[in-house]
C-alpha cells in the first residue's frame, strides 16, 4: 500500500461546530514531476513546492471550474514563483529563475539559500478565474515574510478578513529531490454571535484562534509529519487537537496539467500590443514560442500574426469611434 505522502490529492475537512473549515494537500510527485522538467536547484525546489500546496490549499474550497494562480513577485534572485490550482487539482508552477542556488555557489557557500532571500522583497498577486466572468479578479498585498505560507494566510485576512492558518512542508532528498511535500489549511467561518461579551473579554473566534495556533506552535515540522501521517485527518489533527471535524467526501487527486494551447498562447501574443506585433510582422518570419510551465513549443505562422495585428487595429479603431 502507498503511504499518504505517495498519493497527491486534497482532503476537505469541517469543525463539526462550523466554526472552521479545513484543507489537506500532498503533493510530493507532482512536485518531483514540475521540478525535474524545470531542473530547478534545492532552494527553487522548496519554493514551487510550497507555493504549490499552498495553490491547492486555497483552491480547495473553490467551486467547480475556478482556478487560482499565485505569483510571487519579488526582487530576490528566483525572479519570481508562479503556481495555479483548479478546484478539480490541476496543478502547473513555474519559476524565474529554476538555478538559482548557483549565487550562493558563487559566494563559495554550500548553505541552502532560504526561500524568503531567493524570493526577495515584493508583492503577492492572486488571480482567480471564475466561468463565465470575462475578466479574472486579481488582487495584490505586499509580501510580509516571503515564506509563502505566512504570505498567504495574510492575503487570507486581508481579501477576506478570515483568519486562517497555513502551514506548508517540503522535504528534500539526499539527491535534492522532493521527497514529500504538502500543506494543512485551516480558515475560521465568519461568527454572527462574535462580538465580546463585555469589554475585555475574548470573542469565540479569538478563543479559537489561540487555542489554534498554542496547538500550532507546539507542531513538529509539518514535513517530517507528512512522512509519517498514514492518513490526511491525523496530519490535521496535529493542528487541531481534540475539536471534532467531519471529513468531507469531496476528495480530488492532484496532477500535474499544463493547458496551454495554440489558441491560449495567441491571446497572450495580442496582449503585447500592436507595436509589438507590428515589429513581428515587419520581420516577415513565424515565432516559435515555448511554454514555460511545460516546455511544449508553438509555431505561429506569419499570416496569423497578420491576422492578430489585423484584429488588434479594428479594436483600437471601434474604441477611438
Ligand atoms: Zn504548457
Redesign the pocket.
Known amino acids: 500500500m502507498k503511504s499518504l505522502s505517495e498519493i497527491d490529492r486534497v482532503y476537505r475537512f469541517y469543525a463539526k461546530d462550523l466554526t472552521f473549515r479545513a484543507a489537506v494537500v500532498i503533493t510530493t510527485r507532482t512536485s518531483r514531476t514540475i521540478c525535474g522538467q524545470l531542473q530547478t536547484s534545492p532552494s527553487a525546489t522548496v519554493g514551487l513546492s510550497r507555493a504549490l500546496s499552498g495553490a491547492a490549499l486555497l483552491a480547495a474550497h473553490m467551486s467547480e471550474h475556478q482556478q487560482i494562480g499565485l505569483h510571487f513577485n519579488g526582487d530576490g534572485p528566483i525572479a519570481g514563483v508562479f503556481a495555479e490550482a483548479t478546484y478539480e487539482g490541476e496543478l502547473?508552477a513555474w519559476c524565474g529563475n529554476p538555478q538559482v542556488d548557483a549565487i550562493r555557489q558563487q559566494m563559495n557557500s554550500t548553505a541552502r539559500l532560504d526561500v524568503a532571500d531567493a524570493i526577495g522583497k515584493g508583492v503577492l498577486t492572486v488571480v482567480r478565474s471564475v466561468p463565465f466572468e470575462k475578466q479574472p479578479r486579481v488582487s495584490t498585498v505586499p509580501l510580509v515574510t516571503s515564506q509563502i505560507g505566512q504570505d498567504l494566510a495574510w492575503y487570507l485576512e486581508q481579501s477576506a478578513q478570515i483568519p486562517s492558518l497555513i502551514s506548508l512542508g517540503v522535504l528534500l532528498a539526499e539527491d535534492g529531490t522532493v521527497q514529500c511535500s504538502g500543506g494543512v489549511m485551516i480558515e475560521l467561518m465568519p461568527q454572527s454571535d462574535n462580538a465580546p461579551a463585555s469589554p475585555g473579554t475574548t470573542t469565540p473566534n479569538e478563543t479559537l484562534i489561540n487555542r489554534l495556533e498554542e496547538l500550532a506552535a507546539k507542531a513538529p515540522p509539518l514535513s517530517s509529519q507528512i512522512e509519517k501521517a498514514t492518513n490526511a485527518e491525523d496530519l490535521l489533527r496535529v493542528y487541531t487537537g481534540e475539536i471534532p471535524l467531519v471529513a468531507s467526501d469531496v476528495i480530488h487527486d492532484l496532477n500535474f496539467r499544463?493547458?496551454?494551447s495554440q489558441s491560449r498562447l495567441e491571446r497572450s501574443l495580442a496582449l503585447l500590443g500592436g507595436h509589438e506585433i507590428d515589429e513581428m510582422v515587419k520581420a516577415r518570419k513565424d515565432i516559435e514560442a515555448k511554454?514555460?510551465?511545460?516546455?511544449?513549443t508553438y509555431v505561429i505562422k506569419l499570416e496569423r500574426i497578420e491576422d492578430l495585428l489585423a484584429e488588434i487595429r479594428t479594436a483600437d479603431a471601434t474604441r477611438k469611434n
Open positions: 502547473r499544463c493547458r496551454c511554454c514555460q510551465f511545460c516546455g511544449a
